[in-house]
């Protein structure tokens, strides 16, 4: 008798068992609330805090953005977050350095973890020698803030490799010279790249032509660094007299494919050299 008892106490248990089970492989154990916060990925380190900015001085902007995470269970409804830019921690100023596109506040989906905050680099003003930075702070969220990465200071760090129309041969005048009497002095000049390098040139001739055709001597190469359209010729050795080095700076015009340099050396020869693409 008892055995026929534990079977209809099993009998009877099972629908009420398997009826708290779907299919095999699904799960609808799902939050109906929002528990769970908000953070700057970029300040928990899952993404980069560093957005390497390749300047190209063309008038464009360059979009960049930053992301605010929900973390917890998936929410059934969206997430509201404030944020703001703290204009006084931060060193890059807003209208020139960058520009804000994204409103002070977004929404995180329901069932989304992320939302973008999107602004625009003017990467024609930046420095590449003095980085600068953007400070974000969440400051208010229909769910909680994670304060240890509520605020995320992003750096904007220009890099400004050499365009490949550079690279080729030109026609050179040189004017300005010293000794007078050289002003007017031709070159054909070859600019190389240089292995491992995106910013230092090779030219042929730092000289536009003097030592050539004013002194009858070699061409004299050497390197010259290009920095978002500026030209930097540093502490270039002399090689054909010895004992001497050369420094000059300038820019180059990217629409017009024309290089102009300002040089000079320890023994006062000096020119302003025009360099035209072939």
Request: aromatic residues 8%; charged residues 20%; hydrophobic residues 35%.
């Amino acid at each position: 008798m008892k055995k026929l008892l534990y079977i209809v106490y099993i009998a009877i248990l099972i629908p009420f068992l398997t009826g708290c089970f779907d299919e095999a492989g699904t799960n609808k154990i799902l939050t109906e609330q929002i528990d769970g916060f908000v953070e700057i990925e970029e300040a928990s380190g899952s993404k980069n805090s560093t957005k390497n900015i390749v300047a190209v001085p063309d008038g464009e902007n360059v979009m960049e953005s930053i992301s605010i995470a929900f973390g917890g269970a998936v929410s059934s409804s969206a997430v509201e977050v404030t944020y703001e830019v703290d204009t006084e921690a931060s060193t890059a100023i807003e209208g020139v350095d960058f520009v804000m596109i994204t409103g002070n506040t977004v929404t995180i989906p329901s069932g989304e973890y992320t939302v973008p905050v999107e602004f625009e680099v003017i990467d024609d003003n930046l420095d590449p020698d003095n980085p600068v930075s953007i400070v974000f702070r969440i400051t208010s969220s229909t769910v909680d803030i994670l304060e240890k990465y509520s605020e995320a200071v992003v750096t904007l760090a220009v890099e400004c490799p050499a365009p490949s129309s550079i690279y080729g041969t030109y026609n050179v005048v040189t004017t300005e010279t010293s000794p007078a009497g050289c002003s007017g002095v031709t070159n054909v000049v070859e600019i190389s790249e240089v292995d491992g390098s995106t910013v230092n040139l090779n030219f042929s001739d730092l000289t536009g032509g003097l030592y050539a055709n004013c002194y009858g001597e070699d061409d004299n190469p050497g390197v010259v660094i290009y920095a978002c359209g500026d030209l930097q010729m540093v502490d270039q050795p002399d090689v054909v007299y010895g004992g001497d080095i050369f420094n000059g700076s300038g820019s180059y015009n990217s629409a017009t494919e024309t290089l102009t340099i300002s040089w000079s050396n320890g023994y006062g020869d000096a020119g302003t050299s025009v360099f035209t693409k072939q």
